[in-house]
């Protein structure tokens, strides 16, 4: 059956996701929220997925919005992969009940557990932890592919009890700052000017005034400016200059812009 894939990336372990889950499916195709236009593309998918970061404990708000503009007239299946660092929390209980107030149907939601890419809270895991997670998320995601190809309607998968009540908290409280937690970027004199950061914001939310790079409050805190900087010079706050920046290894730069 063909599948369409939707999906949401700031460091690309959401696109490496979709892209493995893709070859195994086959017949799928695998289009970025960010850049997809339901003008110009007509989604005739019966089967579609949604793939995207946790953020938060929650689910991000670029992917609730997308959810408005979902193509699922021809749906029969809709299935969702909330990738995380190990704390999936609510994320996927909450998708579930945001959909079932728009009228549609989730039929499926797994966690996939990945590398960190939460810079504010430190670098990224050593290069041995992340092989190991990337195994397991290859298990997990021929796992994934057994169940969507037998059409499993399962409950979501979710946190632990204690995680859920405490963090769908904490994300109420924390999710609307987001877009002006943006007030502690900055770039260092390592900057270029080669603009790649203003290219990749999802949100079209960094310019260059007077030379300054100015982020403008509207920020996903995807992290995708300040962990794909070929020069490292963006930071944020006074503590990243210290710490490596991630991305994951097989997806590139060009990937994540086109
Ligand atoms: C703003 C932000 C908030 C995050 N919150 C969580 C979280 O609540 N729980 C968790 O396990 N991981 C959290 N993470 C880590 C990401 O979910 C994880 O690294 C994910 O694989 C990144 O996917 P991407 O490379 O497709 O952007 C957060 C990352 C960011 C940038």
Redesign the pocket.
Known sequence: MRTTIF???????????AQVLARELGETEVVSMVNWNKKQHIVESRRIGL????????V?RRVLEFLDQLPAKNAEYIFAV????????N?LVQLDKTMQAKGLLLSSGWS?????????WGGPVSLGKQNELFKAARLKISYIVQEINQRAEKQVEKGPLWQRII?SGL?KISSPH?PK?DGKFWADEKCNKCGICIQLCPNNNISRQDDKLTWHNHC?????CI?WCPQGALQYGRKTSAYSR???PD?KLKDLLS
Do not use: R
């Open positions: 999906y949401f990336s700031g460091t690309g372990n959401s696109l490496w996701i793939i995207f970061p946790v953020y938060m404990w929650g991000p909330a990738n995380n660092a190990g704390q999936v929390a994320t996939i557990v990945m590398p960190s890419n939460y810079i504010p963090f994300y987001i937690m996903e805190q995807c992290l995708a962990q991630y991305h994951h997806i």
